[in-house]
């Protein structure tokens, strides 16, 4: 934890994260296991990878990065599988196979990338037992193993994102699974605003370096100072319901209303909804919304988060409303102010609380939660911040102040990415609960629209 | 059969024809029992289908063309599957799910596939036993599974092409099965040329329309009458090693040697050898070729026949040797010649033989030969016409004079491609053997090459 | 000419050439001249060129192959236009400046490539009144320029299809030069078909290569027979009010009419109408059509013949009218009897009569005429033959049996664009009298519109 | 003036803004003069246009947004120009030339497009000129005015940049104009670090609403706070012999050096060099560059600032030499820091100092120099701020906080683009100088490299 002051001896935090490990592993193993191989094979866009491979690509980062260097005995599982399941990291100097490639893994078998798994899982239990293993050794496993576990969670939910995109994209449209018809009931609260002063604040994630568990990812870092002239900031996500009234109001046919690209995708990709509405005449508001768990008419999701927006949509939509998106220091601001207030009133012996983390939060939406799809706002305080949308910003994605990439491949994680991105912020439905926190920086391109991301209003105060 | 005086009566042709459907449906189904349901949902090039779709797609048309219209009480094995295994009948009024989307066909399952073939099976059996079929309705049902048994071997044979791509695109590149290590021995005799005299000379299949077993595609009709100069047609296939001194002077590098859209192609492509040939430090001659078997050496291959050229190649090669390729009629006229002669010689007391069949020819490298690639030749007289390579003519795809498609959706089957393709004679090691004749006409666009498609020279006389 | 029976002496012949030879180039100067520098730079499909590249490369042309390998004292123009104004011709073994360059051709400039017509029409002048030059020089000089003229006739046609595309590219759509309201007055006859037997007949050119001005192209050799059967054609052109009433039956939207590319490219390209036809309230119609004399109400040209349409859609229409189109063979034995009967009308003491050019057909609607659109056909017999429009046949581009390509450079006029283009037969309203004749085969891919090409019916007899 | 305290009286300000027009507007069409009308109509890239188009699109802003609204017996020069001349203002509802279509203009002719300048330079001048023009009508003519000369002497640098690409298109490769053999002589200080401190600064134009005559586009307002750390920038523009060593090191080989998205371009385009530098034989270091002056060889501009880089380059280029670039508020902080400096040093009198123009900068590199491309710095001190090249910085562009756009069509000018661009600053040897100043806030998507757009590095103190 960000405030925890001194390390927990090594031996410990081996076993702790032994079970942590166990716990995330289990987690992707058994979401996947309700689909078929075949299944797990369909790559249905660009953004996507076949399940399967998110399974032995999260395996492989663990032989790479941890086992190769670190456990001498250790066999690979498969001669090919290291640059087979590589996926960007251009200087481990092998010939990476290209992305739309991967639709034609029909080998290796998924049986085989479950042993592979299985493999890898028996040897970072070995590894994590060893009792010989040096300190400074253990000290480097434990952190590539927690970045390894968080590289893990992002795949799962990827996974997810991707196999709605493929069940969407097959002809038969099936559901990932079964969902009770009240999953979405609940009236939203009246949108309103939360008026903050803003001035120099702080920004980014204080991390423990002393910590080996203690993480975030390296974009996250170095904290530093921002200076935010005050601001208002909407309590809730913005629904399905006020999305459908800019449709209603021709929002697809302004182009004033949209950034020049926005509009030329608009124009180019001929889109009249958010990914995954379909025109139907079943629904009173005619439209049909595609999720996890099937169709559903959008009259029962008019007061969920609408989702499946790109930067653009959201942008187009604040315009119209009269507003602006947040900028993500604006965004990290009220939401650990937000989260200090809530520990306030619970703990008010703590003086100076500072807290980065869901459970402090509002009652999350994460993939805890099991709904797949964001449920409606239940509070009129600031709240569905840590999901259950990701939340588009103002802001492009750039290295913070003084950033510093982590040394050789493991640099390649983030930075390089750091041009033609927009930042997103909180966390969705289909985020693990321990992979959230409020200083996470996501970023995709501004017309991506197939991972769940959401609208946030902001305005100045 | 084309000299069959007189068709057997009706219910002996269902008896017959359903020992034939068993027969070609297991042929299909066991071929493909040894891919996994992963295997079977690969689709590695545009040409390309998954197998499990040409395993539906065969049930299907027996479905649409056969059960549905005469099987009053059949009931469709799915109500998707209708549209869902459409291919390109566009007169059947439904909307086609787009070719690129098959590769994303998870569901159905390969098991739900595999039940609708049961499902269509049965029926079909049900069907040709059935005594209260009307009389003309049995014979439309004999020619219309004729038709859907020649479609099914056309797809048993794609299946087998496209999984070759799809397994050579895989970075593991598995052989298809096993293959014995001499597989490929032997020595091809001397190239030689033998002169035809031409002149007016009769071309296409003489269908016997009172039998309804007796087929050949509408493209192969009418037969008619065309002039041929003297001309001189190659003995056998090119070889491996005659199409490497192409290569390796400098062959791929001379634009003089190519048609303008080949040399558009090989530098857009990159193209340096054939399809299927790789660079190889292993190979005294530098290279190595993919087969259905696997790797294998081009030192092991030089007298086999070279496969895997698109028309654009085989024309160079041919100019580059001072000839051309031969017409379609030029190549009919010499394999029935051929044909005859070799039936004169076995049986003598035939006045005026007539022979489209292969039994009648050397010793057939088809799908039955069961070596998945071409052997060398055996015999310095005409051979390799029906296999074991689709062999490039000179003459684009068009109708023969008078050709009339079919009536109704049947009649997409052929006449709308009659343009920018290219005739294709012969047959391949992989086509079945009831399925290869004389007058056959296959077509490609000129730039295809995942064919097994070979070159036969030829040359004024 | 054909039937000559004895080459004129050769300085007699060059004499003569001489004469042709400013004729020829003063057609096109005097065409293009009424055309501005902007105007001649305009490049506004990847298949046209700007005028003044045609002004130039049709200049290279003599430059490159009479005057520097037979005027030993003639010096280039400028040393870059060796390589500037090649389009093709690979085998010189220079960089080829990229087609879609053209455009960026500011310098050089208009004024630098008439000066290097003149430099290079004073040349040839001095060169054909050369008493000194050997005979064998002398016969390679004529016969290249007599090449070398028909050359330039054809890009004087490609410059008026090319300024056409471009004034009705340019957002004002000028007009190329007035028009008399009446231009296109006139009924056509009703259309009626012409029975003709077929059998063996002679096609191609019978050239006396004995004399040098005697002129084909060498894809219209060598003459040689082919078998016909019985077949009809068409009396005249098809009409704009014909062709209209295919689109008012909704021919656009039924697939079941085009070849599968040709409705692949209905749908890419969206089209409703021939290029140059566009929907207008002030038309009884419905249409306008954009012509040299700018636009006109497609009610002025409904009995004039449909033209700008591709083979796509001249096949679909002859299927919509239960025809098709005649194949090359066919059109040009019909051409050729029907002159003859001209022929032996008009002079009925020759006993064979044999010819193949546009003086002993019916009026000729030629470049010659000036109408620059075609007019409607004036009689009942077989006419509209050579002109007003280039006729699509039914049979691919490939080489007479013998054919034999030039040798050397000159050899890439022809023979490598043999793939995936289509024979159009007769001639347009923009072609030069003395470039029209019965034999010519013109080729364009069938997808090509921007040509004068129209439609002529076939049936079976 | 920035600093000016009170507006000067209107009609005094009509009669000071009537000379700017007609100096800015003469500028323009001086150098344009010296290209033909066929260099005019080139469009060699899709960013640019041709110079003819920038001629008249210029007077149309003028026509459009001051003549029509404004001066009610103004009469448009000519009825399609309206439409013909619109670039990109989708509120005005009026359908607008694709770009791509603008090679094509080849009417109207430049001497109507000259015609056109001088019908509004004449209406503009009277309207100016008007006495009884109510005040708030002159108001606003005035500032509209003002954002229209600035709009032109943008389209003026524009023209330069794409004459430029045009002529290195152009086979022949002409030069613009002749230069002197000396213009770069000079030797480039050492690069040293300028420390600054940092900490809360205020960024942005501090318009003086209450003057007509001053100006910046919307996109430099409000002025406002940002914090910002000790950081350090170097005191001149990386040079070309600074670049070359980048090059001889591999950089355009090394993924690890460059951006996801650079690498990609760097791959798909083969980019091996800055655009305009081309190898050659007759160089020491291998390499020359073309200029507007045509091509020089690369060691007489070792000590000019490299440009016509992208931002991948800029920033690969900082990458390996362990820097970054400066963000914008880092660059215009400095600026109008050093700015500052040489005041006091100039006019120590004045206690508070705030400069934003370029007479107050180190002698400027700007389009007046006439040198028209960069020449080496001569100071050590901090130098090269506004002009020679545009320098990019780290900042991707966004709205300011609190940023509004003009309403009206005008808004369209800079908002709508605020994605996937980055920001360059500084000015260019090809900007005017009245055009150049600290604030400024240039943009272009990071792959671009036809503008001058050099390197400044910085990195933390």
């Known amino acids: 934890m960000a405030t925890t002051p001194a390390a927990p001896s090594l031996s410990a935090a081996a076993l702790q994260l032994a079970q942590h490990y166990r716990t995330v592993r289990a987690a992707t193993s058994s979401l996947c296991a309700t689909l078929s191989a075949e299944d797990q094979m369909v790559q249905s866009c660009p953004e996507a990878s076949p399940v399967k491979w998110h399974q032995a690509h999260t395996s492989w ?35 990476i196979p290209e992305k ?28 994590l037992a060893n009792p010989d293993l040096p300190a400074a050794d253990l000290d480097s496993v434990l952190r590539r193993i927690t970045l390894g576990l968080n590289h893990e969670q992002q ?11 493929a069940f969407f994209t097959n002809p038969l449209q099936p559901a990932f699974r079964a969902q009770s018809p009240d999953a979405f009931d609940g009236q939203a609260p009246a949108q309103q605003w939360i008026d903050l002063e803003g001035g120099l604040v702080d920004i980014g994630y204080p991390l423990n370096s002393a910590d080996p568990l203690d993480f975030c990812f390296d974009n996250e870092t170095p904290r530093h100072q921002v200076y935010l002239q005050p601001y208002a900031i909407a ?26 690209e926005g509009w030329d995708t608009v124009e180019h990709e001929a ?39 790109s930067l653009f949509e959201a942008d187009a939509f604040a315009r119209w409303r009269g507003c602006r998106l947040p900028t993500e220091a604006e965004w990290e601001h009220a939401t650990v102010h937000q989260a200090n207030e809530l520990q306030r009133q619970s703990h ?51 290295g913070y102040p003084g950033y510093k990439p982590l040394p050789g491949a493991l640099g390649e994680y983030n930075g390089k990415f ?44």
Chains 1, 2, 3, 4 share one sequence.
């Open 61 to 95: 980062f663990f032989e790479t990065f941890v086992l190769s260097p670190f456990a001498p005995a250790y066999r690979p599982f498969h001669p090919d599988f290291h640059w087979l399941f590589n996926s960007y990291y251009k200087s481990l100097g092998e010939e």
């Open 100 to 127: 739309k490639l991967r639709a034609s893994f029909s080998r290796p078998s998924l049986d085989q990338i479950l042993a592979y798994r299985a493999h890898v899982d028996a040897a970072i239990a070995s590894l």
């Open 155 to 165: 795949h799962l939910e990827l996974a997810l994102t991707d196999i709605k995109h």
């Open 235 to 260: 309590n809730r996500l913005t629904t399905c319901g006020e999305y459908l009234a800019f449709l209603n109001d021709n929002g697809y046919s302004r182009p004033e209303l949209w950034l020049s």
């Open 271 to 309: 889109w009249q909804a958010p990914l995954y509405w379909q025109r139907s005449h079943d629904d009173p508001h005619g439209w049909r919304v595609f999720t996890l768990g099937g169709w559903r008419n959008l009259a029962e999701l008019l007061d969920t988060p609408v989702c499946h927006v």
């Open 348 to 398: 008010p012996e703590l003086s100076e609380p500072s807290s980065f983390f869901p459970a402090q939060q509002d009652t999350p939406n994460l993939l805890e939660s099991n709904t797949l799809h964001p449920t409606p706002a239940t509070t009129e305080s600031l709240s569905q911040l840590l999901g259950p949308c990701w939340q588009w910003t103002a802001t492009p994605y750039i």
């Open 418 to 461: 750091m041009s033609s991105q927009v930042i997103l912020r909180g966390a969705s439905c289909v985020t693990p609960q321990t992979h959230a926190r409020a200083t996470y920086r996501n970023f995709f391109s501004p017309a991506t629209r197939w991972q769940f991301s959401g609208i946030r209003l902001a305005r100045a105060f």
